[in-house]
């Protein structure tokens, strides 16, 4: 059954009959066709005739490898996928689309991805001789802004005939879920069309057609673009035909994803232009790749063929095969350039990208042997290559005549580092920023680093968060010599019995950050933060594998957790359960589908509700109140003031366990009297700060949250977890850390008599190269103590004074620090900050800490903080 490329361009979009009654004929749900020969072609634009026997599981085993000539289909019954990692998607249940080359996962029924309320698409695909490491994002049909319900996942042809294996999803147009939980709107009205897709592999082939019928059953008529959803993921380069890099806005016909060793395209169908709807401006690694604008009268149906290609790594191989599959010719050839060093190393690793003029033609990576292939005519052309590091792009014009070509770029020389605790045999995983040339900042992992740097003199610090002072020193790095460093970090203040955590950051399981989760654990433990939360948005992601694959055992623990986001509140919640059968992996959705299809959003009180419910019995985190647009507090215009019975907004609710006081610092003034307006009312929230960071910036755990917690990190429990956050064991620093030397805890409810003086040791440390100035004692709400550093501080003590306070009342305390922000040997754009949790007072000797009611709030002598 031949049912690869046509070149004659009439077949382009085809048109089905005028009125389409059913998508099947027979009592089994079968084709019509069900006794066509495997080997008869078959018009690409017609279903795929049913292969007689074959159950709608297709092929009974999957797990056989296959020879030349074969091709199978059927459902995954056992754990093992063929995929790893944090981009792979396929599970059991889902159907092994395969042959000799290539396996490919389509998705069943149901998904766990967070952005769509179902399956029926293409998530991870890879060559049989290639990394099983899953890069892909996804691949699946697109309606004007939407995609696909899928109702339906069958296995029309399981490939046991010698013919092509095919897998048929069967759905209607929906939007997509993660647009509608988090803004509450669609982006287009539904269509109310049905859509019906086939994904079909032929023996020996790397490609993957995809058809798709396109059925106005109603009345009126439809007119949209209709083509698939590429998910590039953000592990791959994006490059599209005769545009490179950049997103698609205009027409073009293939496009193309490079990993190392791996490559994909999209491929227009033969005589078409696809235009492009790109994401890339969001962060998103999609591109909307519109194969037709699809018109139907109605009953009217309509067909729309392309391709999905699995490449051998290259660039030149989707090329090639965009071509073929077009019936298109294809100029040039295909040319190994050779890179090395002008001391004849091969350059490894290295991304070259290829532009003939203004006009990028080429992307690739160099692998082991200094090579890259490239698809090129005869003729000049200009190679810019990445650097080492600290250092810029190499430029280099080539002309191109004969087979291969080589090129030649500076020699680097290396810096070797080996990092050590001060009165200590530890080698402490630490942070690294190279200034000079173009910067560098990394992790030296276990305190060792061997990098590769463009020669030049430089200025190397390095560190380990604000419980260690920094290192500084200058190196010369020339050409082809090692330069060899030892440095040694001193602890600058102890934090015995805490353990610093950062509750709020992101890496590539959110659809806005980039960061890989390798990268973000080594961040966190080059920062010296103890516990780490993964929050990822919509998405539980599990960094424990990592843990130990870097041997960081004894030096962090890590949660998993999500970020339920909505575009009007942020909610974090930790631990959670991890289930990669669910959307999510497992978190709440903010967008399902009811029994009759629609569309249904969940606002914040409802996944709360669902929160408190889970077996994990997690934290609830309010995050950044007071942001302008997905801040709770700032959308139902809170009044700290007036408490929480003046709002009456269905997006509001105080069942949380925390609040982020610190998270966007212009924010924090704001955000400290809302807790104290929430404190005097009665609801008792733990205060913290996060770094809410995106990016690789060396800033997560800045600012952290000191967890009162006598035990190693990997001793930590869950219970340990959350009886620290709900019970107000916990202190908060921005290049600072703040306690009680008197012995007491934040948390504390101290019985005391009315008019009686209560003394609080209160400490504020910092490292040599921060510095806190200003330290406030807060009284329900009111500054009632403000001092500044004196002459009895020294380098790494700003604070240590003993203020003596009287109640009159049952009173929360809450001591609050800042100073300006660091520039020295680590530079920060955010400034010193640390407070306490409040310490109880209980003055009517009750037992129990009465709120003692809403008020006007005296904060002012906190404000040029803020200003």
């Given at each position: 059954?031949?049912?690869?490329?046509?070149?004659?361009?009439?077949?382009?979009?085809?048109?089905?009959?005028?009125?389409?009654?059913?998508?099947?004929?027979?009592?089994?749900?079968?084709?019509?066709?069900?006794?066509?020969?495997?080997?008869?072609?078959?018009?690409?634009?017609?279903?795929?005739?049913?292969?007689?026997?074959?159950?709608?599981?297709?092929?009974?085993?999957?797990?056989?490898?296959?020879?030349?000539?074969?091709?199978?289909?059927?459902?995954?019954?056992?754990?093992?996928?063929?995929?790893?990692?944090?981009?792979?998607?396929?599970?059991?249940?889902?159907?092994?689309?395969?042959?000799?080359?290539?396996?490919?996962?389509?998705?069943?029924?149901?998904?766990?991805?967070?952005?769509?309320?179902?399956?029926?698409?293409?998530?991870?695909?890879?060559?049989?001789?290639?990394?099983?490491?899953?890069?892909?994002?996804?691949?699946?049909?697109?309606?004007?802004?939407?995609?696909?319900?899928?109702?339906?996942?069958?296995?029309?042809?399981?490939?046991?005939?010698?013919?092509?294996?095919?897998?048929?999803?069967?759905?209607?147009?929906?939007?997509?879920?993660?647009?509608?939980?988090?803004?509450?709107?669609?982006?287009?009205?539904?269509?109310?069309?049905?859509?019906?897709?086939?994904?079909?592999?032929?023996?020996?082939?790397?490609?993957?057609?995809?058809?798709?019928?396109?059925?106005?059953?109603?009345?009126?008529?439809?007119?949209?673009?209709?083509?698939?959803?590429?998910?590039?993921?953000?592990?791959?380069?994006?490059?599209?035909?005769?545009?490179?890099?950049?997103?698609?806005?205009?027409?073009?016909?293939?496009?193309?994803?490079?990993?190392?060793?791996?490559?994909?395209?999209?491929?227009?169908?033969?005589?078409?232009?696809?235009?492009?709807?790109?994401?890339?401006?969001?962060?998103?690694?999609?591109?909307?790749?519109?194969?037709?604008?699809?018109?139907?009268?109605?009953?009217?149906?309509?067909?729309?063929?392309?391709?999905?290609?699995?490449?051998?790594?290259?660039?030149?191989?989707?090329?090639?095969?965009?071509?073929?599959?077009?019936?298109?010719?294809?100029?040039?050839?295909?040319?190994?350039?050779?890179?090395?060093?002008?001391?004849?190393?091969?350059?490894?690793?290295?991304?070259?990208?290829?532009?003939?003029?203004?006009?990028?033609?080429?992307?690739?990576?160099?692998?082991?042997?200094?090579?890259?292939?490239?698809?090129?005519?005869?003729?000049?052309?200009?190679?810019?290559?990445?650097?080492?590091?600290?250092?810029?792009?190499?430029?280099?014009?080539?002309?191109?005549?004969?087979?291969?070509?080589?090129?030649?770029?500076?020699?680097?020389?290396?810096?070797?580092?080996?990092?050590?605790?001060?009165?200590?045999?530890?080698?402490?995983?630490?942070?690294?920023?190279?200034?000079?040339?173009?910067?560098?900042?990394?992790?030296?992992?276990?305190?060792?680093?061997?990098?590769?740097?463009?020669?030049?003199?430089?200025?190397?610090?390095?560190?380990?968060?604000?419980?260690?002072?920094?290192?500084?020193?200058?190196?010369?790095?020339?050409?082809?010599?090692?330069?060899?460093?030892?440095?040694?970090?001193?602890?600058?203040?102890?934090?015995?019995?805490?353990?610093?955590?950062?509750?709020?950051?992101?890496?590539?399981?959110?659809?806005?950050?980039?960061?890989?989760?390798?990268?973000?654990?080594?961040?966190?433990?080059?920062?010296?933060?103890?516990?780490?939360?993964?929050?990822?948005?919509?998405?539980?992601?599990?960094?424990?594998?990592?843990?130990?694959?870097?041997?960081?055992?004894?030096?962090?623990?890590?949660?998993?957790?999500?970020?339920?986001?909505?575009?009007?509140?942020?909610?974090?919640?930790?631990?959670?359960?991890?289930?990669?059968?669910?959307?999510?992996?497992?978190?709440?959705?903010?967008?399902?589908?009811?029994?009759?299809?629609?569309?249904?959003?969940?606002?914040?009180?409802?996944?709360?509700?669902?929160?408190?419910?889970?077996?994990?019995?997690?934290?609830?985190?309010?995050?950044?109140?007071?942001?302008?647009?997905?801040?709770?507090?700032?959308?139902?215009?809170?009044?700290?003031?007036?408490?929480?019975?003046?709002?009456?907004?269905?997006?509001?609710?105080?069942?949380?366990?925390?609040?982020?006081?610190?998270?966007?610092?212009?924010?924090?003034?704001?955000?400290?009297?809302?807790?104290?307006?929430?404190?005097?009312?009665?609801?008792?929230?733990?205060?913290?700060?996060?770094?809410?960071?995106?990016?690789?910036?060396?800033?997560?755990?800045?600012?952290?949250?000191?967890?009162?917690?006598?035990?190693?990190?990997k001793d930590v429990t869950r219970d340990d977890l959350r009886t620290a956050m709900r019970s107000g064991r916990v202190t908060v620093g921005s290049h600072a850390f703040i306690d009680f030397s008197d012995g007491k805890l934040p948390g504390d409810l101290l019985e005391v008599n009315a008019g009686e003086p209560v003394d609080f040791g209160v400490r504020v440390q910092t490292p040599a190269w921060a510095q806190s100035n200003h330290l406030f004692a807060i009284v329900n709400g009111e500054v009632v103590e403000v001092m500044q550093r004196g002459q009895g501080a020294t380098e790494h003590l700003d604070f240590a004074e003993t203020v003596s306070l009287t109640f009159s009342e049952d009173s929360w305390v809450v001591f609050f620090s800042y100073g300006g922000s660091p520039s020295g040997p680590v530079h920060s754009g955010k400034p010193v900050i640390a407070f306490t949790n409040p310490v109880f007072v209980d003055t009517d000797g009750n037992g129990v800490f009465d709120a003692p009611g809403l008020r006007a709030l005296e904060l002012s002598a906190i404000a040029p903080l803020c200003d």
């Amino acid at each position: 059954m031949a049912l690869g490329a046509c070149s004659d361009d009439s077949k382009k979009t085809k048109d089905a009959p005028d009125v389409i009654s059913d998508v099947t004929d027979d009592k089994d749900g079968k084709d019509a066709g069900d006794d066509a020969d495997a080997t008869e072609p078959l018009d690409p634009y017609e279903r795929t005739p049913a292969q007689p026997g074959v159950s709608e599981d297709g092929a009974a085993d999957v797990e056989a490898s296959l020879q030349a000539g074969e091709a199978r289909v059927g459902r995954i019954t056992g754990e093992q996928t063929d995929f790893t990692g944090v981009w792979a998607q396929c599970r059991a249940g889902d159907f092994k689309l395969y042959n000799s080359k290539i396996v490919v996962c389509v998705q069943a029924e149901t998904t766990n991805r967070f952005e769509f309320y179902t399956g029926g698409m293409i998530v991870d695909a890879r060559r049989v001789d290639g990394p099983r490491e899953d890069v892909l994002g996804q691949v699946l049909p697109l309606l004007a802004l939407g995609t696909t319900n899928t109702s339906k996942v069958e296995v029309v042809r399981d490939g046991s005939d010698g013919g092509a294996a095919v897998v048929r999803a069967t759905a209607t147009d929906v939007g997509i879920a993660h647009i509608y939980g988090l803004l509450g709107q669609h982006l287009g009205a539904s269509l109310k069309v049905n859509v019906v897709t086939e994904y079909r592999l032929e023996p020996d082939s790397d490609t993957v057609e995809i058809v798709s019928w396109y059925q106005h059953p109603g009345t009126g008529k439809r007119s949209f673009p209709a083509g698939d959803w590429f998910g590039y993921g953000d592990r791959a380069k994006l490059f599209v035909a005769e545009k490179g890099e950049e997103p698609p806005t205009g027409e073009f016909s293939w496009l193309a994803s490079l990993a190392p060793e791996r490559s994909y395209g999209w491929v227009a169908d033969a005589g078409t232009q696809a235009k492009g709807l790109a994401l890339g401006a969001v962060d998103i690694p999609w591109v909307g790749a519109h194969g037709t604008t699809m018109k139907l009268d109605p009953g009217q149906e309509k067909p729309l063929r392309r391709w999905f290609v699995v490449g051998d790594g290259t660039l030149a191989d989707i090329r090639e095969r965009a071509a073929e599959l077009r019936g298109e010719e294809i100029a040039g050839d295909r040319r190994t350039i050779h890179i090395e060093t002008e001391a004849g190393e091969p350059l490894v690793g290295h991304w070259v990208r290829v532009f003939e003029g203004e006009t990028p033609v080429g992307l690739g990576q160099t692998d082991a042997s200094g090579d890259v292939i490239f698809r090129l005519e005869d003729g000049d052309y200009n190679f810019k290559i990445d650097s080492f590091a600290a250092g810029t792009a190499f430029e280099r014009p080539l002309s191109i005549s004969g087979a291969d070509a080589s090129l030649t770029v500076e020699t680097p020389g290396s810096l070797r580092l080996d990092i050590s605790e001060a009165g200590s045999a530890k080698k402490p995983t630490s942070r690294v920023v190279i200034s000079g040339g173009s910067g560098w900042a990394g992790v030296a992992l276990h305190g060792e680093l061997d990098l590769q740097l463009a020669p030049g003199t430089y200025q190397v610090s390095v560190s380990r968060g604000p419980e260690f002072d920094a290192e500084s020193f200058s190196v010369e790095i020339v050409a082809g010599e090692e330069v060899q460093k030892s440095a040694e970090i001193s602890r600058a203040f102890d934090t015995d019995g805490w353990l610093s955590g950062d509750f709020h950051q992101h890496m590539e399981g959110s659809i806005d950050s980039t960061v890989r989760v390798d990268d973000r654990l080594l961040e966190n433990a080059s920062v010296g933060v103890e516990i780490v939360v993964s929050t990822d948005h919509e998405v539980i992601t599990d960094l424990a594998p990592l843990v130990s694959k870097y041997g960081l055992e004894d030096d962090l623990r890590t949660f998993k957790g999500v970020e339920a986001s909505p575009i009007d509140t942020h909610v974090c919640m930790y631990p959670m359960d991890q289930d990669v059968t669910q959307r999510g992996n497992g978190s709440i959705p903010l967008a399902e589908l009811d029994d009759e299809g629609n569309e249904v959003r969940r606002l914040i009180p409802g996944v709360v509700e669902i929160a408190r419910t889970l077996p994990s019995d997690p934290v609830l985190q309010l995050n950044h109140a007071r942001n302008s647009s997905s801040g709770m507090l700032n959308q139902v215009g809170f009044d700290p003031e007036l408490g929480p019975e003046a709002v009456d907004d269905a997006r509001f609710t105080t069942d949380f366990d925390v609040i982020e006081v610190v998270n966007r610092y212009d924010d924090t003034c704001q955000l400290l009297a809302d807790w104290s307006g929430l404190l005097n009312y009665g609801v008792r929230l733990t205060g913290v700060g996060n770094s809410d960071t995106h990016d690789l910036s060396g800033e997560s755990g800045l600012p952290r949250n000191f967890l009162r917690i006598e035990k190693e990190p990997k001793d930590v429990t869950r219970d340990d977890l959350r009886t620290a956050m709900r019970s107000g064991r916990v202190t908060v620093g921005s290049h600072a850390f703040i306690d009680f030397s008197d012995g007491k805890l934040p948390g504390d409810l101290l019985e005391v008599n009315a008019g009686e003086p209560v003394d609080f040791g209160v400490r504020v440390q910092t490292p040599a190269w921060a510095q806190s100035n200003h330290l406030f004692a807060i009284v329900n709400g009111e500054v009632v103590e403000v001092m500044q550093r004196g002459q009895g501080a020294t380098e790494h003590l700003d604070f240590a004074e003993t203020v003596s306070l009287t109640f009159s009342e049952d009173s929360w305390v809450v001591f609050f620090s800042y100073g300006g922000s660091p520039s020295g040997p680590v530079h920060s754009g955010k400034p010193v900050i640390a407070f306490t949790n409040p310490v109880f007072v209980d003055t009517d000797g009750n037992g129990v800490f009465d709120a003692p009611g809403l008020r006007a709030l005296e904060l002012s002598a906190i404000a040029p903080l803020c200003d």
